[in-house]
């Protein structure tokens, strides 16, 4: 989504982070001064936590649940297993940028968030990464699990839906 620059200078005052659709998900972000390195610049460091930041609220929107219901209903804990990004361009501050996230591989006891950010204003890619969950024992972490049905199915139904969202584009 293409925002005009006035419009994107309002959300920068008034916000810091909001998921701004659902299907694709969307999370619109603003850098700010504090996560800057001394030459101006977004330290690098900050773009996986940008990223797993909008991975959370996505995760948190498809699976229903916070990680402390998951692992107290589902018997399963979802540590992140993988982490992989790349950097595209550079952010300073108040640029606002939105990532989408979406639902990638699905296997027996791994699964995939894929997270694409834009520039809001240029509409220019920022980054692109994946985040992979594992399904571990909630009692003992060192075991993994198959990933449980009601998990495995709501995964697949957001996956399912997004990519009838793009067809319909």
Known sequence: MILSKPEAEAFARASREQVISTVPFVVRRVARWAECDPAGVVYAGNFPEYMLSAVHLFRRHVLQAT???????????TPGKAISMVFNRSLWPDDVFDTTVRVGDIRNRTFDFIASAVHAVE????????????C??????????PIPITLRDMLEAHRSAAAGDRVAR
């Open 67 to 77: 990680w402390r219901e998951i692992k107290a209903n589902a018997r399963v804990d």
């Open 123 to 134: 509409g220019t890619s920022v980054f692109e990464g994946s985040v992979s969950a594992i």
């Open 136 to 145: 571990v024992d909630a009692e003992d972490r060192r075991v993994a699990v």
